[in-house]
């Protein structure tokens, strides 16, 4: 499974950004959305099981960010709304195997793309 991100950029508060995330490979993973800004962990920001029948938020950004896929077209989509400042991070989209659990955490996670800058300005 490959994962590939794209969609970030700068932006300025209460703007919207939309990140992709296509996937090649074995498409039938739950997916998830986590961040990082510079010096702190990596936080957990939405996630989509496998079918999209299910999604997940982060407390931060519940109510302004929509995550979403389409199977058929190998892709899946953050719609992030109402920017902050402190959705300052580097996005990561990831995968892992349906029904393993631990949708909030990193670690749960087996394969991760490489990362998009979203950068918001106030």
């Known amino acids: 499974v490959q994962l590939q991100a794209c969609g970030g950029g700068l932006a300025q508060a209460g703007d919207s950004l939309r990140l992709s995330c296509a996937v090649s490979g074995r498409t039938l993973y739950d997916m998830g959305w986590f961040r990082q800004a510079p010096g702190r962990e990596r936080e957990f920001v939405a996630a989509i099981r496998w079918n999209g029948d299910t999604t997940y938020y982060g407390d931060s950004v519940k109510g302004r960010f929509t995550i979403s896929r389409d199977n058929a077209k190998n892709t899946v989509w953050v719609q992030m709304d109402s920017l902050k400042p402190e959705d300052t991070a580097v996005y990561f989209c990831?995968?892992?195997?349906?029904?393993?659990?631990?949708?909030?955490?990193?670690?749960?996670?087996?394969?991760w793309g490489q990362g998009t800058q979203v950068t918001v300005s106030s």
């Open positions: 990831s995968a892992k195997r349906p029904f393993s659990g631990g949708t909030y955490l990193a670690g749960s996670y087996q394969y």
